[in-house]
């Protein structure tokens, strides 16, 4: 049974940083690319990042470029989101999700995801 | 970017009915579309993919249809499992989420 569970997250002052972890097991990890997406509460589903199998490709959405950094450790099954610099924007729930294919491009669906984990900025 | 739109935001329907959620992409996205169904408090559940593919284990009541900018998903007979919001995620370039539908009790 495909299984991912994040970690990490709480609330966070404007400023500083938080890093988000997602333990994987169920699937062979090293076979698939990975996302972070998250929704604001009440609101609807933001995709964050993504990054390869191999993480030889990266990518980010405007939003977060540049503050956020994605890595992945395929020894430890495990998916990262480092987070700086976080605005009260970020608040959100944040989902680990894999997806169907390797590769990052060309793109392809999210068959499966965690249940999240809270980030909330706030002074 | 290519934005994704979702009509209607809200829709009141009674098991048994046919429903149809339409979503719109801003540019062609071929068939590289992808319809999601998340409960209250629930990660999304992929339901469709590539517009029209099935995805494994989701019931045959759920079919999607459309290529370019306008995508369709139908639900043939409304369950009680189906109150849901349904997303449409295109995945051409990046990814996109739609604003949602939320399924509710008539």
């Known amino acids: 049974e495909v299984q991912l569970v994040e970690s990490g997250g709480g609330l966070v002052q404007p400023g500083r940083s938080l890093r988000l972890s997602c333990a994987a097991s169920?699937?062979?990890?090293?076979?698939?690319?990975m996302h972070w997406v998250r929704q604001a509460p009440g609101k609807g589903l933001e995709w964050v990042s993504g990054?390869?199998?191999?993480?030889?490709?990266?990518g980010y959405a405007d939003s977060v470029k540049g503050r956020f950094t994605i890595s992945r450790d395929n020894a430890k099954n495990s998916l990262y989101l480092q987070m700086n610099s976080l605005r009260a924007e970020d608040t959100a729930l944040y989902y680990c999700?894999?997806?169907?294919?390797?590769?990052?491009?060309?793109?392809?669906?999210?068959?499966?995801w965690g249940q999240g984990t809270l980030v909330t900025v706030s002074s | 970017d290519i934005q994704m739109t979702q009509s209607p935001s809200t829709l009141s329907a009674s098991v048994g009915d046919r429903v149809t959620i339409t979503c719109r992409a801003s540019q062609s996205i071929s068939s590289w579309l992808a319809w999601y169904q998340q409960k209250p408090g629930k990660a999304p559940k992929l339901l469709i993919y590539k517009a029209s593919s099935l995805e494994s284990g989701v019931p045959s009541r759920f079919s999607g249809s459309g290529s370019g900018t306008e995508f369709t998903l139908t639900i043939s007979s409304l369950q009680p499992d189906d109150f849901a919001t349904y997303y449409c995620q295109q995945y051409n370039s990046y990814f996109t989420f739609g604003p949602g539908t939320k399924v509710d009790i008539k």
């Open positions: 990054i390869s199998w191999n993480s030889g490709s990266i």
């Open positions: 169920g699937f062979t990890f090293d076979d698939y690319a």
């Open positions: 999700a894999k997806c169907t294919k390797g590769q990052l491009e060309p793109y392809a669906p999210l068959d499966y």
